[in-house]
């Protein structure tokens, strides 16, 4: 199939950019990332500058092809970049590819954005001081099936970042909401619960990411399903750790 990539090219972070059209012929069970290298392929052998993209399983698993295609994190259908196939598109369309657009994940090159924000959040959080003990352990610590599997849910967060890039005001309450919900919820996890939701949310604005409007653009787009009731908790453990807290 014969498509037309506007993708946007930038030298680096101090570089203007600009969008720049590309023709391509490719199979359409190629996977959107495929794609990508047959279109760098093809620029090298012109003796062109490739287009940097990030990558790293191609598996839908580490969160790291994060492209704004056609006005959508990870494009038209509810998935990571490298799971979309260019099936979903049709003959001679043209896709317009962009990396996220958030000033708390400045671009890096091209499609590479730099997201160690999200990084310093998680760190912020600090650890668990509970001895979780081994694998056999976790048995021994009754937790009810729908608590776990709650848990289980906002762990599935593969911190892409598609909830900023659909957000309106770029905020990363989700994501923030994921990581603090899969704690809060296990008994393991409540030791640590105020001060982990103070340290992420001051971590979070320092960082420059936006407030919740609560749109739910966030949930409509991200990839595993992560859903609003994780901004419900984020609010809940913030506002009652505030009410106890030391720190002013
Ligand atoms: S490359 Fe890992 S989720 Fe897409």
Redesign the pocket.
């Known amino acids: 199939m014969r498509l037309k990539l506007r993708i946007w090219r930038q030298r680096d972070a101090n570089d203007k950019g600009k969008l720049v059209d590309y023709d391509v012929d490719v199979n359409p069970h190629m996977s959107f990332l495929e794609m990508l290298d047959e279109l760098n392929g093809a620029l090298l052998e012109k003796g062109e500058e490739p287009v940097a993209f990030d990558?790293?399983?191609?598996?839908?698993?580490?969160?790291?092809?994060n492209l704004y295609i056609n006005g959508r994190p990870h494009g038209p259908i509810r998935t990571?970049?490298?799971q979309l196939h260019m099936r979903h598109f049709h003959e001679g369309e043209t896709i317009v590819i962009e990396p996220w657009r958030a000033k708390s994940f400045p671009i890096v090159k091209d499609l590479v954005v730099d997201r160690s924000a999200f990084d310093r959040i998680v760190q912020a959080g600090g650890y668990i001081s509970v001895n979780t003990g081994s694998a056999r352990d976790a048995n021994e610590i009754p937790i009810p099936k729908p608590i776990a599997d709650e848990a289980f849910n906002s762990a599935a967060c593969?911190a892409?970042g598609a909830c900023v890039a659909a957000c309106k005001n770029a905020s990363a309450m989700l994501f923030v909401g994921a990581q603090i919900s899969k704690f809060a919820l296990l008994p393991q996890g409540k030791a640590e619960r105020k001060t982990r939701a103070e340290k992420m949310v001051a971590q979070m604005d320092a960082e420059g990411f936006g407030a919740c409007s609560n749109t739910g653009a966030c949930a409509a787009e991200c990839p595993v399903g992560i859903s609003m009731a994780n901004i419900a908790r984020l609010n809940r453990e913030y506002y009652g750790a505030k009410l106890t807290s030391t720190n002013v």
């Not at 990558?55 to 092809?65: A, F, K, N, P, V």
Request: glycine share 12%.
């Open positions: 990558h790293d399983c191609r598996e839908g698993i580490c969160g790291t092809c990571t970049t490298c593969i892409c």
